[in-house]
């Protein structure tokens, strides 16, 4: 992967990450429920730092960083996205939040294993790390709203 790559493929999931943002802020100031304006508010300011990062990483280079990793159940990836209407049902909206995690991790995840430099494939892994995290919070919240009677 050559500098021009790798500066189109990070300006695009900067992209996505503005996206997300958008999204993430969207749903935070429209839905009543506190713990879930809470969660996206938190969610839009993460996709915020990792735009950041990302930009970073366009100004200076790759650095190693290190983050957790986490399970992915893989609890929505099959349901089909519901269309984005002003009128979206709580549990739509988390399923679009959930798929647009999935999107990104799989992005990642895909940008590092077609990496030939090692710090490059570093840091594409650990940003799928950190969108499979994202995926995972929301799926918890999403099978405690589409499952209530589990509980």
Do not use: C
């Amino acid at each position: 992967m050559d500098q021009d790559d790798f500066k189109r493929i990070l300006s695009t999931a900067i992209d996505r990450e503005v996206e997300s943002y958008t999204y993430y802020r969207m749903v935070s100031d429209k839905v009543k429920d506190k713990a879930l304006k809470r969660l996206f508010a938190e969610l839009a300011e993460d996709e915020t730092n990792h735009r950041t990062t990302l930009e970073g990483f366009l100004s200076k280079g790759v650095k190693n960083l290190k983050f957790e990793t986490s399970a992915d159940y893989k609890v929505v990836d099959a349901l089909p996205t519901p269309p984005l209407t002003a009128n979206l049902k709580p549990v739509e909206g988390l399923v679009i939040a959930i798929k647009k995690e999935l999107e990104a991790m799989q992005m990642y995840t895909q940008l590092a294993a077609s990496s030939m430099d090692a710090g490059q494939k570093a840091v594409f892994s650990q940003l799928a790390s950190m969108e499979r995290g994202h995926k995972l919070r929301l799926e918890d919240i999403y099978t405690n709203m589409a499952f209530p009677e589990v509980w």
